[in-house]
Protein backbone atom coordinates (compact mmCIF):
# COMPACT_ATOMS: atom_id res chain seq x y z
CA UNK A 1 0.00 0.00 0.00
CA UNK A 2 1.22 3.80 -0.64
CA UNK A 3 0.98 5.95 2.12
CA UNK A 4 -0.03 9.39 1.38
CA UNK A 5 2.29 12.18 0.81
CA UNK A 6 2.95 13.83 4.24
CA UNK A 7 1.44 17.33 3.67
CA UNK A 8 4.01 19.88 3.63
CA UNK A 9 4.36 22.38 6.56
CA UNK A 10 2.43 25.61 6.57
CA UNK A 11 4.58 26.82 9.45
CA UNK A 12 8.39 27.54 10.54
CA UNK A 13 8.97 26.91 14.81
CA UNK A 14 9.59 30.49 16.05
CA UNK A 15 12.58 31.25 17.53
CA UNK A 16 12.63 33.95 20.28
CA UNK A 17 15.85 35.76 20.40
CA UNK A 18 16.90 37.16 24.26
CA UNK A 19 17.17 41.14 23.70
CA UNK A 20 20.38 41.75 24.51
CA UNK A 21 21.26 44.17 27.79
CA UNK A 22 23.05 47.47 26.04
CA UNK A 23 24.91 50.06 28.09
CA UNK A 24 25.17 53.27 26.09
CA UNK A 25 26.10 56.58 26.89
CA UNK A 26 22.72 58.82 27.17
CA UNK A 27 21.24 61.45 24.41
CA UNK A 28 19.60 64.32 25.22
CA UNK A 29 16.01 63.08 23.59
CA UNK A 30 16.20 60.60 26.31
CA UNK A 31 16.39 62.38 29.55
CA UNK A 32 12.76 62.82 30.01
CA UNK A 33 12.60 59.10 29.43
CA UNK A 34 15.46 59.06 32.12
CA UNK A 35 13.90 61.16 34.53
CA UNK A 36 10.26 59.57 34.57
CA UNK A 37 12.29 56.18 35.52
CA UNK A 38 13.92 57.50 37.94
CA UNK A 39 10.23 58.98 39.78
CA UNK A 40 9.58 55.39 39.30
CA UNK A 41 12.44 53.78 41.47
CA UNK A 42 12.52 56.30 43.88
CA UNK A 43 8.47 55.96 44.72
CA UNK A 44 9.09 52.12 44.67
CA UNK A 45 11.78 52.38 47.35
CA UNK A 46 10.11 54.72 49.28
CA UNK A 47 6.48 53.15 49.60
CA UNK A 48 8.45 50.10 50.18
CA UNK A 49 9.89 51.80 53.21
CA UNK A 50 7.07 53.31 54.36
CA UNK A 51 7.51 56.96 53.30
CA UNK A 52 5.14 56.99 50.90
CA UNK A 53 5.81 58.30 47.31
CA UNK A 54 7.93 61.41 47.12
CA UNK A 55 9.26 62.09 43.69
CA UNK A 56 7.61 63.58 40.63
CA UNK A 57 9.05 64.24 37.10
CA UNK A 58 10.56 67.82 36.71
CA UNK A 59 12.44 68.89 33.81
CA UNK A 60 15.90 67.47 33.46
CA UNK A 61 17.54 70.68 33.22
CA UNK A 62 20.11 70.69 35.02
CA UNK A 63 21.38 66.89 33.68
CA UNK A 64 21.12 67.98 30.15
CA UNK A 65 23.52 70.99 31.65
CA UNK A 66 25.84 68.25 32.63
CA UNK A 67 25.44 66.29 29.29
CA UNK A 68 26.44 69.54 26.98
CA UNK A 69 29.47 69.77 29.39
CA UNK A 70 30.71 66.36 29.92
CA UNK A 71 28.68 63.47 27.94
CA UNK A 72 30.94 60.97 29.42
CA UNK A 73 28.96 61.35 32.56
CA UNK A 74 25.32 59.85 31.57
CA UNK A 75 24.75 56.33 30.67
CA UNK A 76 21.58 54.17 30.10
CA UNK A 77 20.84 50.85 30.03
CA UNK A 78 18.81 49.14 27.41
CA UNK A 79 16.90 46.19 27.18
CA UNK A 80 13.83 45.45 24.34
CA UNK A 81 13.89 48.56 22.76
CA UNK A 82 13.17 50.20 26.86
CA UNK A 83 15.79 51.98 29.10
CA UNK A 84 15.88 49.74 32.27
CA UNK A 85 18.96 51.80 34.03
CA UNK A 86 20.57 55.35 33.99
CA UNK A 87 23.71 56.51 35.65
CA UNK A 88 24.44 60.42 35.74
CA UNK A 89 27.80 61.35 37.06
CA UNK A 90 29.31 65.07 37.00
CA UNK A 91 33.21 66.26 37.54
CA UNK A 92 34.34 69.89 39.07
CA UNK A 93 38.17 70.09 39.32
CA UNK A 94 39.39 66.13 41.32
CA UNK A 95 35.80 66.02 42.31
CA UNK A 96 33.32 63.26 40.78
CA UNK A 97 29.86 63.29 41.95
CA UNK A 98 27.35 60.03 41.84
CA UNK A 99 24.28 62.25 40.65
CA UNK A 100 22.01 59.52 40.29
CA UNK A 101 21.93 55.78 39.47
CA UNK A 102 18.90 53.82 39.02
CA UNK A 103 17.18 50.47 38.05
CA UNK A 104 13.64 49.60 36.79
CA UNK A 105 12.34 48.38 40.22
CA UNK A 106 11.11 45.21 37.82
CA UNK A 107 14.86 44.55 36.63
CA UNK A 108 16.67 45.42 40.02
CA UNK A 109 19.31 42.29 41.17
CA UNK A 110 20.42 41.37 38.24
CA UNK A 111 24.12 43.38 38.15
CA UNK A 112 22.58 46.12 35.86
CA UNK A 113 23.00 48.55 38.33
CA UNK A 114 26.38 47.24 39.14
CA UNK A 115 27.25 47.54 35.60
CA UNK A 116 26.05 51.59 35.18
CA UNK A 117 28.49 51.92 38.25
CA UNK A 118 31.42 50.92 36.74
CA UNK A 119 30.74 52.95 33.12
CA UNK A 120 30.21 55.65 35.34
CA UNK A 121 33.51 55.14 36.99
CA UNK A 122 35.13 55.10 34.36
CA UNK A 123 34.22 58.88 33.79
CA UNK A 124 35.71 59.49 37.18
CA UNK A 125 39.07 57.29 36.06
CA UNK A 126 39.04 59.18 32.87
CA UNK A 127 38.43 62.90 34.91
CA UNK A 128 41.53 62.03 37.00
CA UNK A 129 39.21 62.72 39.86
CA UNK A 130 41.02 62.39 43.28
CA UNK A 131 37.63 62.35 45.51
CA UNK A 132 34.29 60.68 44.79
CA UNK A 133 31.02 61.15 46.82
CA UNK A 134 27.09 61.00 46.55
CA UNK A 135 24.05 60.75 48.35
CA UNK A 136 21.88 57.89 48.58
CA UNK A 137 18.68 57.13 50.99
CA UNK A 138 19.71 55.96 54.56
CA UNK A 139 16.85 53.21 54.53
CA UNK A 140 18.13 51.76 50.91
CA UNK A 141 20.48 48.44 51.68
CA UNK A 142 21.08 47.69 48.20
CA UNK A 143 22.55 50.86 47.25
CA UNK A 144 24.69 51.71 50.11
CA UNK A 145 25.91 47.99 50.00
CA UNK A 146 27.15 48.50 46.04
CA UNK A 147 28.57 52.04 46.88
CA UNK A 148 30.71 50.39 49.96
CA UNK A 149 31.72 47.27 47.22
CA UNK A 150 33.12 51.07 45.00
CA UNK A 151 35.01 51.99 47.38
CA UNK A 152 32.66 54.87 49.28
CA UNK A 153 31.62 54.97 52.44
CA UNK A 154 29.46 56.73 55.46
CA UNK A 155 30.27 60.23 55.77
CA UNK A 156 27.62 62.14 57.32
CA UNK A 157 23.69 61.23 57.86
CA UNK A 158 21.41 64.35 55.02
CA UNK A 159 18.07 65.13 56.69
CA UNK A 160 15.06 66.77 54.53
CA UNK A 161 13.67 69.50 56.63
CA UNK A 162 10.30 70.83 55.79
CA UNK A 163 8.09 73.75 57.28
CA UNK A 164 5.33 75.49 56.40
CA UNK A 165 6.39 78.91 55.41
CA UNK A 166 4.16 80.32 58.38
CA UNK A 167 5.62 78.11 60.79
CA UNK A 168 9.33 79.63 60.39
CA UNK A 169 8.82 82.97 61.96
CA UNK A 170 10.28 83.45 65.15
CA UNK A 171 13.71 84.32 63.75
CA UNK A 172 17.13 85.44 65.51
CA UNK A 173 18.68 88.88 65.17
CA UNK A 174 20.37 88.90 61.76
CA UNK A 175 23.95 88.13 62.29
CA UNK A 176 25.18 88.18 58.43
CA UNK A 177 24.11 90.57 56.06
CA UNK A 178 22.51 88.85 52.53
CA UNK A 179 23.67 91.02 49.56
CA UNK A 180 22.01 89.32 45.78
CA UNK A 181 25.32 87.71 43.89
CA UNK A 182 25.82 89.96 40.68
CA UNK A 183 28.41 87.52 38.88
CA UNK A 184 31.16 90.14 38.27
CA UNK A 185 34.69 88.71 38.18
CA UNK A 186 35.23 89.10 42.20
CA UNK A 187 32.09 87.66 42.80
CA UNK A 188 32.42 84.96 41.40
CA UNK A 189 36.13 84.81 43.14
CA UNK A 190 34.86 84.83 46.51
CA UNK A 191 32.22 81.87 45.70
CA UNK A 192 35.10 79.59 44.13
CA UNK A 193 37.32 80.56 47.81
CA UNK A 194 34.31 79.97 49.91
CA UNK A 195 33.63 76.64 47.85
CA UNK A 196 37.47 75.35 48.20
CA UNK A 197 37.11 75.99 51.69
CA UNK A 198 33.67 74.13 52.30
CA UNK A 199 33.83 70.92 49.36
CA UNK A 200 37.84 71.57 48.46
CA UNK A 201 37.05 72.67 44.89
CA UNK A 202 35.83 75.42 43.07
CA UNK A 203 32.34 74.93 41.30
CA UNK A 204 32.07 77.97 39.12
CA UNK A 205 29.95 76.49 36.43
CA UNK A 206 27.42 74.85 38.24
CA UNK A 207 27.24 78.54 39.84
CA UNK A 208 26.59 80.31 36.37
CA UNK A 209 24.44 77.10 35.98
CA UNK A 210 22.35 78.75 39.43
CA UNK A 211 22.65 82.67 38.15
CA UNK A 212 20.59 81.68 35.31
CA UNK A 213 17.84 79.78 36.76
CA UNK A 214 15.09 82.37 36.76
CA UNK A 215 13.35 79.93 39.88
CA UNK A 216 16.45 80.11 42.25
CA UNK A 217 18.01 83.58 44.20
CA UNK A 218 21.56 83.70 45.29
CA UNK A 219 22.71 85.82 48.22
CA UNK A 220 26.57 86.49 49.70
CA UNK A 221 26.48 86.72 53.49
CA UNK A 222 28.62 88.78 54.99
CA UNK A 223 29.98 89.48 58.47
CA UNK A 224 30.62 93.20 58.36
CA UNK A 225 32.19 93.55 55.23
CA UNK A 226 33.97 90.22 55.19
CA UNK A 227 32.29 87.77 53.18
CA UNK A 228 31.42 84.10 54.50
CA UNK A 229 29.54 82.49 52.71
CA UNK A 230 26.63 82.16 50.28
CA UNK A 231 23.40 80.79 49.84
CA UNK A 232 20.75 80.36 47.21
CA UNK A 233 17.13 80.01 47.91
CA UNK A 234 14.50 78.98 45.13
CA UNK A 235 10.77 80.23 44.65
CA UNK A 236 9.52 76.70 45.95
CA UNK A 237 10.99 77.96 49.60
CA UNK A 238 14.04 75.29 49.39
CA UNK A 239 17.11 76.45 50.13
CA UNK A 240 20.55 75.48 48.74
CA UNK A 241 23.22 74.70 48.20
CA UNK A 242 24.83 77.30 50.91
CA UNK A 243 28.49 77.14 52.49
CA UNK A 244 30.53 79.14 54.79
CA UNK A 245 33.84 80.01 55.12
CA UNK A 246 34.20 78.53 58.76
CA UNK A 247 31.84 76.03 60.24
CA UNK A 248 30.80 78.72 62.96
CA UNK A 249 29.28 80.46 60.49
CA UNK A 250 26.97 77.59 59.46
CA UNK A 251 23.93 78.74 61.79
CA UNK A 252 24.14 82.48 60.72
CA UNK A 253 23.95 81.65 57.00
CA UNK A 254 21.42 79.34 57.39
CA UNK A 255 19.65 81.84 60.14
CA UNK A 256 20.00 84.41 56.78
CA UNK A 257 18.35 82.15 54.11
CA UNK A 258 15.32 81.01 56.23
CA UNK A 259 14.93 84.67 56.77
CA UNK A 260 14.70 85.01 53.01
CA UNK A 261 12.65 81.72 52.36
CA UNK A 262 10.45 83.35 55.01
CA UNK A 263 10.10 86.61 53.41
CA UNK A 264 9.17 84.91 50.00
CA UNK A 265 5.40 83.18 49.02
CA UNK A 266 6.16 79.68 48.99
CA UNK A 267 3.61 77.70 51.46
CA UNK A 268 6.44 75.67 52.53
CA UNK A 269 10.39 75.66 52.91
CA UNK A 270 12.68 73.08 53.08
CA UNK A 271 16.63 72.28 53.11
CA UNK A 272 18.60 69.10 53.00
CA UNK A 273 20.64 69.46 56.38
CA UNK A 274 23.94 67.43 57.10
CA UNK A 275 24.44 65.52 60.50
CA UNK A 276 27.65 67.57 60.95
CA UNK A 277 26.24 70.96 60.67
CA UNK A 278 25.10 71.21 64.34
CA UNK A 279 23.98 75.21 64.15
CA UNK A 280 21.80 74.40 60.98
CA UNK A 281 20.07 71.25 62.88
CA UNK A 282 18.98 72.83 65.79
CA UNK A 283 18.49 75.92 64.61
CA UNK A 284 16.36 73.80 62.24
CA UNK A 285 13.74 71.88 64.92
CA UNK A 286 13.99 75.39 67.07
CA UNK A 287 11.98 76.77 63.88
CA UNK A 288 9.90 73.62 64.10
CA UNK A 289 11.15 71.84 60.82
CA UNK A 290 10.67 68.56 60.42
CA UNK A 291 12.45 65.40 59.15
CA UNK A 292 10.82 64.27 56.53
CA UNK A 293 13.37 61.48 55.32
CA UNK A 294 16.78 60.97 55.69
CA UNK A 295 19.69 60.57 53.64
CA UNK A 296 23.46 59.44 53.65
CA UNK A 297 26.24 60.97 52.10
CA UNK A 298 28.92 58.90 51.20
CA UNK A 299 32.41 59.48 49.98
CA UNK A 300 35.91 57.89 48.78
CA UNK A 301 37.99 57.93 52.17
CA UNK A 302 39.18 61.14 53.74
CA UNK A 303 36.47 63.49 51.68
CA UNK A 304 35.50 66.22 53.46
CA UNK A 305 34.22 67.33 56.44
CA UNK A 306 30.67 68.36 55.71
CA UNK A 307 30.45 70.98 58.31
CA UNK A 308 30.33 73.84 55.78
CA UNK A 309 28.05 73.00 53.34
CA UNK A 310 24.16 72.57 52.95
CA UNK A 311 23.46 70.63 49.74
CA UNK A 312 21.05 72.04 46.85
CA UNK A 313 19.61 67.78 46.56
CA UNK A 314 21.17 64.47 46.09
CA UNK A 315 22.13 65.65 42.01
CA UNK A 316 23.37 68.95 42.70
CA UNK A 317 25.04 68.01 45.89
C1 LIG B 1 20.47 50.77 44.00
C2 LIG B 1 20.23 50.20 42.59
C3 LIG B 1 20.62 51.25 41.57
C4 LIG B 1 21.10 48.95 42.40
O1 LIG B 1 20.87 48.42 41.13
P1 LIG B 1 20.60 46.84 40.95
O2 LIG B 1 20.63 46.56 39.50
O3 LIG B 1 19.36 46.48 41.71
O4 LIG B 1 21.86 46.23 41.72
P2 LIG B 1 22.84 45.06 41.27
O5 LIG B 1 22.02 43.85 41.00
O6 LIG B 1 23.76 45.51 40.21
O7 LIG B 1 23.73 44.89 42.58
C5 LIG B 1 23.18 44.61 43.81
C6 LIG B 1 24.31 44.57 44.81
O8 LIG B 1 23.95 45.33 45.97
C7 LIG B 1 24.61 44.78 47.10
N1 LIG B 1 23.61 44.44 48.10
C8 LIG B 1 22.31 44.09 47.91
N2 LIG B 1 21.70 43.91 49.10
C9 LIG B 1 22.62 44.15 50.05
C10 LIG B 1 22.60 44.14 51.47
N3 LIG B 1 21.48 43.86 52.16
N4 LIG B 1 23.75 44.43 52.12
C11 LIG B 1 24.88 44.73 51.44
N5 LIG B 1 24.96 44.76 50.09
C12 LIG B 1 23.84 44.48 49.41
C13 LIG B 1 25.36 43.53 46.63
O9 LIG B 1 26.68 43.96 46.35
C14 LIG B 1 24.61 43.20 45.35
O10 LIG B 1 25.39 42.53 44.42
P3 LIG B 1 25.39 40.89 44.43
O11 LIG B 1 23.95 40.51 44.40
O12 LIG B 1 26.16 40.57 43.18
O13 LIG B 1 26.09 40.52 45.69
C15 LIG B 1 18.74 49.81 42.39
O14 LIG B 1 18.41 48.78 43.30
C16 LIG B 1 17.78 50.96 42.54
O15 LIG B 1 17.49 51.64 41.57
N6 LIG B 1 17.24 51.17 43.77
C17 LIG B 1 16.27 52.19 44.05
C18 LIG B 1 16.80 53.59 43.87
C19 LIG B 1 18.06 53.92 44.61
O16 LIG B 1 18.13 53.89 45.82
N7 LIG B 1 19.10 54.32 43.86
C20 LIG B 1 20.34 54.81 44.40
C21 LIG B 1 20.18 56.27 44.57
S1 LIG B 1 21.73 57.03 44.88
Known amino acids: MVEPAKPAL ?11 LVYRPAQA ?23 GAMAATSPPNFQLFCLRDDPDGL ?7 GIVGCAWSWTCGDLWFLAQLFVDPAQQGRGIGNSLLERTLEHARKSGAAHKALITFTFNRVSQGLYMRHGFFPRT ?3 FFDARREAVRMLPEAVLRAVPIEPDAATMETLATVDRCAIGVSRDKHHRYLLGDLATRGF ?22 LAVLWPDNVQDAFAAALRL ?9 SAFLPGACDGA ?5 NQGM ?14 GDWTRYLPRNPGFM
Open 29 to 51: DELAATDALVVSSINDLTIRHGF
Open 75 to 81: WVAEEGG
Open 261 to 269: AAAGTSERI
Open 157 to 159: PIY
Open 290 to 303: RITFPMLLMASPGY
Open 10 to 20: SWKPLVVLPMP
Open 220 to 241: LFYAGSDPAGYGYIGANGHIGP
Open 281 to 285: LSLAV
